[in-house]
């Protein structure tokens, strides 16, 4: 029995009910699959957006668990932070703390200087371990993946002290391979948005990948076996729809809604919703040495984010082969309230964006607002004057 | 004793005289150098590899320091206003939008005028370093180097016993060779070891003197203010590191401090509560600021400012001239940690500070711009009121941007902290006297 559902009898449901139960579990911010999984013993490493080399969790028998902040209010972390600061930190830190969420391990990453301060947060408030992950900030360097492979061993040190249980080549071998089925379903799932978006509406296809973030990989290869095929089969024909590309929800994520009022309005074919979930963009590979080709595939392999600094991966000319990759017609261009590297990155591709004629629409979003009357307004005004001109 | 007393007539007061000469003759030199157009390095406070830089005779530029000037001279709001018609967010540091629209007027600075980059040298101490760094690579096309440094990655540093630390150290050594091949192909130049060795001595002569003020500082009462006085030593530091200037100045600084503490003399004619800052002065009302404390009896004698912006000349370590580039590498990972834990874990380290310093209160400053000082700050207030019992303040504001700088809600707030400081003595006087009485 698996923690996707309760009564496991899902794959005898209708795709429409399989898909209305994966959009329950992410909106949920109890996460449930997370408590029936450690009601079967296992123990739960959460780590903080965006890239976690889940495979090492995974490998040690943990639950990595995908921390992307809540749509409820922080009433227990408010009094915890400053005021000047984006939403995704204080609801990550209410979940534990209101009890929706019990960890064994939490990882963060040096992302932003908001993120960086979490680790210290946490272990200021939970008895638990908490942990900073250096993913290397120059990814040019020589020796950024000798350093990287480093770094995965001391974590995997870590997470073996917490899960009480030494890991192997082998083991790691095996995680890999399970992720790579879940990349190659993923890129799956991706393909169709861009080729067929009429089949799988945007808040179906977010919740897909939202739940891998929220599950044993094997039961979200599962998953996403069961339900491609079903979504490929669907019928239909494109509709006179602008083909946009949504930027911006590399880590504070949009809420549901918000997604929802953008499908319905446009065709999302592309976009960055939880972009860590999917940053290594091609098979990490059986190797001789498992850690080694994970950090060459962080290095090598990988998407973008306004988190990253590659010079190969100019981020403005990443989005526009996003767009044109996508065949896209217009940018969505948002950033998370008070997100110093989202906004920063804005105007850079706000700036290529024009310089490359391709319209646009900026806007801020924070993942608990729940009036979307003027968003869907200017959305609106904006696919009509695409829809005209 | 009456030549005594003449030699302290001017000796006190010398290294703010002097520290503000020294700093308008740096940004003169600057001036030049821009108009000679020659590029620049444009590093920041937080691991500056100064010593390294002044080797390839590159004029180095601290945009931090520009911004922050921009600030005390009350003219923030013009830069800031000028990158937010350009497109950048109010919601984003006000350092980094003071220095786009520096970039955009052609290095136009209340301070003379600001070179262009030629290279751009950054660590990861923090995030928005990066980010700032991209623009320069988008307005001007220059090489960006980051030399990542990787932090303490569970609670505080134990210095060279951190676990990895060998291998840490190998990433960033590796990185400096990589950067001196960058500098060596930009400016034709071959590097020059014994230069280096010559910049680390004066880096290690200003630590050694830096660190002994700091100590001073704990006497009662405390010899310079550590916010006033204590925001011209760091220009000093950062600017002239690597420098006989800078480190003649620092030593300079000891002999005044020494003798302040001999004679009793204390930044504040009336020390009545020791305190200690945390965050980033509120540079757009800086006089007034620290006004509204030293009016009443309130000294700041040490702040978390003078830990993470002195590019680690606060922890003790000195170079082994003998391996200069590891050296480097040792006490740039080792510092800029040290500077990281100092702004992650203050809670820890200001613990440490309150029996050191005779603490009466500890005083919050988190500020919009800055999420890396700030975003830890109410919770580590929380923990630590939780193991010591001393009085704080949690004031926000913003360290460039006047639009959220409240001075009457703020001092509202510091007069009521101040009235719980007297009834708190009181309240311990009375009980002391009771005991005594018993």
Same mark, same amino acid.
């Given at each position: 029995?698996?923690?996707f559902? &309760?009564?496991?009898?899902?794959? @005898?449901?209708?795709?429409e009910?399989?898909?209305?139960?994966?959009?329950?579990?992410?909106?949920?911010?109890?996460?449930?699959?997370?408590?029936?999984?450690?009601?079967?013993?296992?123990?739960?490493?959460?780590?903080?957006?965006?890239?976690?080399? &889940?495979?090492?969790?995974?490998?040690?028998?943990?639950?990595?668990?995908?921390?992307?902040?809540?749509?409820?209010? $922080?009433?227990?972390? @408010?009094s915890r932070f400053g005021?000047?600061l984006?939403?995704?930190?204080?609801?990550?830190?209410?979940?534990?703390?209101?009890?929706?969420?019990?960890?064994?391990?939490?990882?963060?990453?040096?992302?932003?200087?908001?993120?960086?301060?979490?680790?210290?947060?946490?272990?200021?408030?939970?008895a638990?371990?908490?942990?900073?992950?250096?993913?290397?900030?120059?990814?040019?360097?020589s020796?950024t993946?000798?350093?990287?492979?480093?770094?995965?061993?001391r974590?995997?040190?870590?997470?073996?002290?917490?899960?009480?249980?030494?890991?192997?080549? @082998?083991?790691?071998?095996?995680s890999?391979?399970?992720?790579?089925?879940?990349?190659?379903?993923?890129?799956?799932?991706?393909?169709?948005?861009?080729?067929? $978006?009429?089949?799988?509406?945007? @808040?179906?296809?977010?919740?897909?990948?939202?739940?891998?973030?929220?599950? $044993?990989?094997?039961?979200?290869?599962?998953l996403?076996?069961?339900?491609?095929?079903?979504?490929?089969?669907?019928?239909?024909?494109?509709?006179?729809?602008?083909?946009?590309?949504?930027?911006?929800g590399?880590?504070?994520?949009? $809420?549901?809604?918000?997604?929802?009022?953008?499908?319905?309005?446009?065709?999302?074919?592309?976009?960055?919703?939880?972009?860590?979930?999917?940053?290594?963009t091609?098979?990490?590979?059986?190797?001789?040495?498992?850690?080694?080709?994970?950090?060459?595939?962080?290095?090598?392999?990988?998407?973008?984010?306004?988190?990253?600094?590659?010079?190969?991966?100019?981020? &403005?000319?990443?989005?526009?082969?996003?767009?044109?990759g996508a065949?896209a017609?217009?940018?969505?261009?948002?950033?998370?309230?008070?997100?110093?590297?989202?906004l920063e990155?804005q105007?850079?591709?706000?700036?290529?964006?024009e310089?490359?004629g391709?319209?646009?629409?900026?806007?801020?979003l924070e993942?608990?607002?729940?009036?979307?009357?003027?968003?869907?307004?200017?959305?609106?005004?904006?696919v009509?004057?695409?829809?005209?001109? | 004793?009456?030549?005594?007393?003449?030699?302290?007539?001017?000796?006190v007061?010398r290294?703010?005289?002097?520290?503000g000469?020294?700093?308008?003759?740096?940004?003169?030199?600057?001036?030049?150098?821009?108009?000679?157009?020659?590029?620049?390095?444009?590093?920041? =406070?937080?691991?500056?590899l100064?010593?390294?830089?002044?080797?390839?005779?590159?004029?180095v530029?601290?945009p931090?320091?520009?911004?922050?000037q921009?600030?005390?001279?009350?003219?923030?709001?013009?830069?800031?206003?000028?990158?937010?018609?350009?497109?950048?967010?109010?919601?984003?540091c006000?350092?980094?939008?003071?220095?786009?629209?520096?970039?955009?007027?052609?290095?136009?600075h209340?301070?003379?005028?600001?070179?262009?980059p030629?290279?751009?040298?950054?660590?990861?101490?923090?995030?928005?370093y990066?980010?700032?760094?991209?623009i320069?690579?988008?307005?001007?096309?220059?090489?960006?180097?980051?030399?990542?440094?990787?932090?303490?990655?569970?609670?505080?540093?134990?210095?060279?016993? !951190?676990?990895?630390?060998?291998?840490?150290?190998r990433?960033?050594?590796?990185?400096?060779?990589?950067?001196?091949?960058?500098?060596?192909?930009?400016?034709g130049?071959?590097?020059?070891?014994?230069?280096?060795?010559?910049?680390?001595?004066?880096a290690?002569?200003?630590?050694r003197?830096?660190?002994r003020?700091?100590?001073?500082?704990?006497?009662?009462?405390?010899?310079?203010?550590?916010?006033?006085?204590?925001? =011209?030593?760091?220009?000093?530091?950062?600017?002239?590191?690597?420098?006989?200037a800078?480190?003649?100045?620092?030593?300079?600084?000891?002999e005044?401090?020494?003798?302040?503490?001999?004679?009793?003399?204390?930044?504040?004619?009336?020390?009545?509560?020791?305190?200690?800052?945390?965050?980033?002065?509120?540079?757009?009302?800086?006089?007034?600021?620290t006004e509204?404390?030293?009016?009443?009896?309130?000294?700041?004698?040490?702040?978390?400012?003078?830990?993470?912006a002195?590019?680690?000349?606060?922890?003790d370590?000195?170079?082994?001239?003998?391996?200069?580039?590891?050296?480097?590498?040792?006490?740039?990972?080792?510092?800029?940690?040290d500077?990281?834990?100092?702004?992650?874990?203050? !809670?820890?380290l200001?613990?440490?500070?309150?029996?050191?310093?005779?603490?009466?209160?500890?005083?919050?400053?988190?500020?919009k711009?800055?999420?890396t000082?700030?975003?830890?700050?109410?919770?580590?207030?929380?923990?630590?009121?939780?193991?010591?019992?001393?009085?704080?303040?949690f004031?926000?504001?913003?360290?460039?941007?006047?639009?959220v700088?409240?001075?009457?809600?703020m001092?509202?707030?510091?007069?009521?902290?101040?009235?719980g400081?007297?009834?708190?003595?009181?309240?311990?006087?009375?009980?002391?006297a009771?005991e005594?009485?018993?």
């Amino acid at each position: 029995m698996g923690v996707f559902d &309760e009564a496991d009898d899902w794959r @005898e449901r209708t795709l429409e009910d399989v898909l209305l139960h994966c959009r329950d579990l992410v909106e949920d911010p109890t996460f449930p699959t997370v408590a029936r999984f450690r009601e079967t013993g296992g123990k739960v490493l959460g780590h903080f957006q965006v890239y976690f080399p &889940e495979e090492i969790a995974h490998a040690a028998g943990m639950l990595p668990v995908k921390l992307r902040g809540a749509p409820l209010d $922080p009433d227990h972390a @408010e009094s915890r932070f400053g005021s000047y600061l984006c939403s995704i930190v204080k609801t990550t830190l209410e979940l534990p703390l209101a009890g929706h969420l019990k960890l064994d391990l939490f990882v963060s990453h040096p992302i932003c200087d908001a993120a960086r301060n979490l680790a210290a947060i946490f272990s200021r408030n939970f008895a638990h371990p908490s942990q900073i992950l250096y993913l290397p900030q120059n990814a040019n360097s020589s020796h950024t993946v000798t350093y990287l492979r480093a770094e995965y061993a001391r974590l995997q040190a870590d997470v073996e002290a917490v899960a009480e249980r030494a890991l192997t080549h @082998e083991d790691l071998r095996a995680s890999i391979a399970v992720f790579d089925e879940n990349r190659r379903l993923l890129r799956e799932l991706y393909a169709l948005k861009r080729e067929r $978006p009429w089949v799988v509406a945007a @808040e179906d296809a977010y919740a897909l990948v939202a739940l891998a973030g929220m599950l $044993p990989r094997e039961e979200h290869n599962e998953l996403l076996r069961w339900v491609l095929p079903r979504l490929a089969a669907r019928g239909g024909k494109a509709e006179d729809r602008v083909r946009v590309v949504f930027e911006g929800g590399f880590c504070e994520q949009p $809420p549901f809604d918000l997604v929802r009022v953008i499908g319905r309005a446009c065709y999302v074919v592309d976009d960055d919703w939880l972009i860590g979930l999917r940053y290594l963009t091609d098979d990490v590979g059986r190797t001789d040495d498992p850690l080694h080709a994970l950090a060459e595939a962080y290095i090598e392999r990988s998407s973008y984010s306004p988190v990253q600094h590659d010079l190969r991966k100019p981020k &403005e000319e990443m989005l526009l082969a996003r767009v044109r990759g996508a065949d896209a017609g217009a940018v969505i261009l948002a950033a998370a309230k008070m997100c110093e590297p989202g906004l920063e990155e804005q105007v850079a591709y706000a700036q290529s964006l024009e310089a490359a004629g391709v319209p646009f629409l900026v806007t801020e979003l924070e993942e608990n607002m729940t009036s979307f009357s003027g968003i869907e307004l200017q959305l609106e005004t904006f696919v009509e004057n695409l829809l005209f001109a | 004793m009456e030549r005594q007393s003449e030699g302290l007539e001017e000796l006190v007061g010398r290294a703010s005289r002097r520290g503000g000469e020294l700093v308008r003759a740096w940004y003169a030199d600057l001036t030049q150098a821009a108009e000679d157009g020659r590029g620049a390095a444009y590093v920041f =406070v937080m691991g500056s590899l100064n010593e390294l830089l002044l080797t390839f005779d590159l004029p180095v530029v601290f945009p931090e320091v520009n911004s922050l000037q921009t600030a005390v001279r009350r003219v923030a709001h013009e830069y800031l206003e000028r990158a937010e018609d350009y497109g950048y967010s109010p919601d984003i540091c006000g350092y980094v939008k003071a220095d786009v629209a520096v970039q955009l007027d052609r290095g136009k600075h209340p301070m003379g005028r600001i070179p262009k980059p030629s290279i751009a040298v950054l660590t990861n101490a923090c995030n928005t370093y990066i980010k700032w760094a991209e623009i320069w690579e988008r307005l001007h096309h220059i090489p960006v180097v980051t030399v990542d440094v990787p932090g303490t990655r569970e609670g505080v540093t134990k210095g060279r016993a !951190d676990a990895g630390f060998a291998e840490d150290l190998r990433y960033v050594t590796a990185q400096l060779h990589e950067l001196i091949a960058t500098c060596e192909a930009l400016t034709g130049k071959r590097f020059d070891v014994d230069r280096l060795r010559q910049t680390l001595s004066y880096a290690d002569r200003m630590g050694r003197a830096y660190r002994r003020a700091l100590e001073l500082n704990r006497r009662t009462p405390a010899p310079f203010n550590a916010l006033t006085d204590g925001t =011209v030593y760091l220009g000093v530091a950062n600017a002239l590191r690597g420098t006989e200037a800078g480190a003649v100045y620092f030593e300079e600084l000891v002999e005044e401090l020494e003798h302040k503490t001999t004679y009793g003399i204390g930044a504040l004619g009336d020390e009545s509560y020791r305190l200690a800052f945390v965050g980033v002065p509120c540079y757009p009302i800086f006089r007034r600021f620290t006004e509204m404390f030293s009016e009443q009896g309130g000294a700041y004698v040490g702040s978390s400012y003078l830990w993470f912006a002195s590019g680690g000349l606060n922890r003790d370590f000195e170079h082994d001239l003998s391996r200069p580039i590891e050296s480097l590498a040792e006490g740039l990972l080792l510092g800029v940690r040290d500077a990281m834990d100092s702004m992650f874990h203050h !809670d820890r380290l200001l613990e440490s500070m309150i029996d050191l310093y005779q603490l009466d209160g500890i005083v919050y400053h988190p500020i919009k711009s800055c999420r890396t000082v700030s975003t830890g700050l109410a919770d580590g207030r929380r923990a630590l009121s939780e193991r010591r019992d001393v009085p704080s303040l949690f004031v926000e504001s913003d360290m460039m941007d006047r639009r959220v700088v409240s001075e009457a809600q703020m001092k509202n707030r510091i007069d009521a902290f101040f009235e719980g400081l007297a009834a708190r003595r009181k309240r311990r006087g009375a009980s002391m006297a009771e005991e005594v009485a018993r």
